[in-house]
């Protein structure tokens, strides 16, 4: 007769302890990857808040601004300083006189003689003097 004996015995199989083994990896790469994804959250967080504090500044320079534009307007530009009519003057003026300047060769006043010029105040600002030699 064939007797049965028990095969099992106090020392774990190779197959059992490779796949402790593998759980326990399993389990500890787990844990570093919630690690991470804490780390990740965090992070995240901070870039929202980031964000945000951001997103309140150009809010802000935008109001100013807009403030900025109601309460000031740059000059607009009329175009030249001196009136139109003041200029045709000045046009018929040198068109008057251009023959008098192209004859003598020099359109500066040449009498030493001539009376001092003379501003709004009434008050004399000197002659007009030929300083060419």
Known sequence: MV???ATNSATPSLQATMSRARLEQARSEATQAEANARDLRA??????????KSQENVQKVSARMQEDAATYSPP?????????KVQKLIEQMYSA????????????????????VV???GQATGRIVNVSA
Request: avoid cysteine; aromatic fraction near 0%.
């Open 76 to 84: 607009r530009d009329s175009g030249s300083a001196v009136p139109l």
């Open 119 to 121: 501003n709004v105040q």
């Open 43 to 52: 992070q995240a967080d901070v870039a929202e808040q980031q964000a945000q």
């Open 97 to 116: 006189t251009s023959d008098k300047r192209a004859q003598s060769g020099n359109p500066l006043k040449t009498n030493v003689n001539a009376a001092p």
């Open 3 to 5: 007797s049965i004996t």
